[in-house]
């Protein structure tokens, strides 16, 4: 009160007083009263007694940024100056309000980085950017060490970077709409999947086994017919017999009560008559066979059974391959070291079934030794009967790796379908000299590359050790000379429809060996 009567004596010479809190002015001076809510509201406060608000949350704590002008307990900074390079607390901030020099001054957000933009040479502020040397400089750097560079405003130079990045953000937003979109188009591509394998099940694979209970519904009719029928038959010639035996044991009794009769003329009258006897039934009609009735029936079935089985063996991976892979992102590239290529590395062994009776497998059927004499192997359709050839017992589909250690004169390495030809000589059934093959000739001075008849020269370094990729779904298969960095042979680019094989094929040549390397 009395400050407020001071302030106003000094102003009664104007007859214009003011109020020291909102400024509004008052003509003539008012009368000052007593504001009983706020007198109240303290009296409460005297009663119950006023707890400080706790303010620990406005002093600088370690991570923060400390205002650089607080003396003693320093409260955390407002803000930062550029200018300055120093940081204020809100209320030591307000001189860059308040001040018109200062107002000028560049204002961001607290940092503890200030320092950073002073230069450690000469100590100034770095205001510079040397687009030559990408760095920020100070104005007596430019008259020294980078004096005739390209150099710019700092705060130009971060316009500049600023566009650039806006334009990043432009192109990574984009970007994420692209990706937003591919996976939508992904989210489809799963319903398209899962709903086309839901009616391929549906509709052909229950297509198939209703036709086989169909078909076993016949032929158990079939039987069942043919059960009743001998049944039948069995039952009327039972008939039959029993008739026939029911007579003799009459016939029997006559006789037996004859024989023991004293009449001579009665003997001699009746006889005759008691010794004639119906027609006996041919005992060669009756035709027992045990447990084999319909036998011929169990035989076809059996058959049906196996063969069915072969077609699943054989023809139940080009199923497989049939089924329509998602190719909505970019293959795979190719492997560059071989230990990128022995992630698909297949264990493989060689198919005696295939193999031509002048090759000699060992090492758990991995290696295959060019003979003299023949060996003793079973017949079988799948033999090379023409060249010195073996197939593998493993079908390769997907992306498969494999190595082939080879010495003596040469050999082919090969893949190839499974239905090749396996009979007569070099041009029907060869590696390489048909569309069902690709093979790699290997010579001691040389490479060649054969398919279809057509022999393609291949340059590279002499190798003992042949790798083999194969990218089933990609129609890649490549050649590589195997050593501590990987040369590419010969590669190419085709398109597979069936299961492939790898295959051998050794020179005419005694102690010719070649082998499916274990390379785990």
């Not at 298969?477 to 492939?500: A, D, E, G, I, W």
Request: a neutral charge; aromatic letters at 6%; proline letters at 3%.
């Amino acid at each position: 009160m009395s400050c407020i009567k001071a302030h106003w004596d000094k102003e009664d010479e104007k007859k214009l007083h003011s109020c020291p809190q909102c400024r509004q002015t008052f003509t003539p001076r008012p009368v000052l009263v007593k504001n009983t809510m706020l007198a109240d509201l303290v009296e409460e406060l005297k009663k119950t007694g006023l707890q400080a608000a706790p303010v620990d949350h406005c002093y600088a704590g370690p991570e923060d940024v400390a205002c650089d002008v607080c003396t003693e307990r320093r409260l955390k900074a407002f803000k930062s100056c550029l200018v300055c390079l120093a940081s204020y607390c809100e209320k030591h901030l307000q001189r860059h309000y308040d001040v018109p020099p200062l107002k000028k001054h560049k204002l961001v957000e607290p940092s503890n980085k200030l320092q950073e933009n002073i230069c450690s040479l000469h100590d100034e502020v770095m205001k510079i950017f040397c687009r030559t040397d990408q760095q920020c400089i100070c104005y007596l750097c430019l008259m020294d060490e980078h004096k005739g560079h390209d150099t710019v405003s700092a705060a130009a130079a971060k316009t500049e970077r600023q566009r650039e990045l806006e334009g990043s953000r432009l192109n990574i937003q984009q970007r994420i709409q692209d990706r937003e979109k591919d996976v939508k188009l992904l989210h489809q591509e799963v319903e398209a999947i899962n709903l086309s394998a839901d009616e391929t099940v549906e509709q052909i694979f229950t297509e198939l086994i209703r036709l086989m209970v169909r078909r076993s519904s016949r032929v158990k009719q079939q039987v069942r017919s043919q059960q009743r029928t001998e049944v039948s038959r069995v039952k009327e010639l039972q008939e039959k017999l029993e008739q026939e035996i029911t007579e003799l044991k009459r016939n029997d009794a006559e006789l037996k009560k004859l024989s023991h009769t004293e009449d001579l003329n009665h003997i001699l009258l009746n006889y005759p008559s008691q010794s004639t006897l119906s027609e006996s039934t041919d005992s060669s009609s009756i035709n027992i066979r045990t447990l084999s009735y319909f036998e011929d029936v169990t035989i076809v079935v059996s058959e049906v059974r196996d063969e069915l089985l072969d077609v699943l063996r054989e023809k139940w991976t080009n199923v497989s391959l049939a089924v329509t892979e998602v190719n909505v992102l970019p293959s795979l590239s190719e492997p560059k070291t071989r230990a990128g290529f022995l992630k698909y590395s297949r264990e493989l062994t060689l198919d005696p079934n295939t193999a031509h009776r002048q090759l000699s497998l060992s090492d758990g059927d991995r290696k295959a030794t060019f003979m003299s004499e023949h060996q003793s192997y079973s017949s079988h359709p799948d033999r090379c009967n023409g060249c010195f050839q073996v197939l593998s017992r493993e079908s390769l589909t997907g992306r498969c790796y494999w190595e082939v250690e080879w010495r003596g004169g040469g050999v082919k390495v090969a893949v190839a379908y499974k239905d090749i030809n396996r009979k007569g000589y070099r041009n029907e059934c060869g590696f390489g000299y048909n569309n069902k093959s690709w093979a790699l000739d290997c010579e001691n001075n040389s490479y060649n590359f054969m398919y279809n008849k057509v022999q393609t020269r291949v340059s590279g370094p002499q190798s003992s050790r042949i790798g083999v990729y194969l990218d089933h779904r990609s129609g890649i298969l490549s050649f590589y000379r195997v050593s501590k960095t990987m040369t590419l042979l010969h590669r190419v680019q085709t398109t597979f429809t069936q299961p492939l094989y790898a295959g051998l094929w050794l020179l005419y040549s005694l102690g010719n060996t070649a082998e499916l390397c274990k390379l785990k």
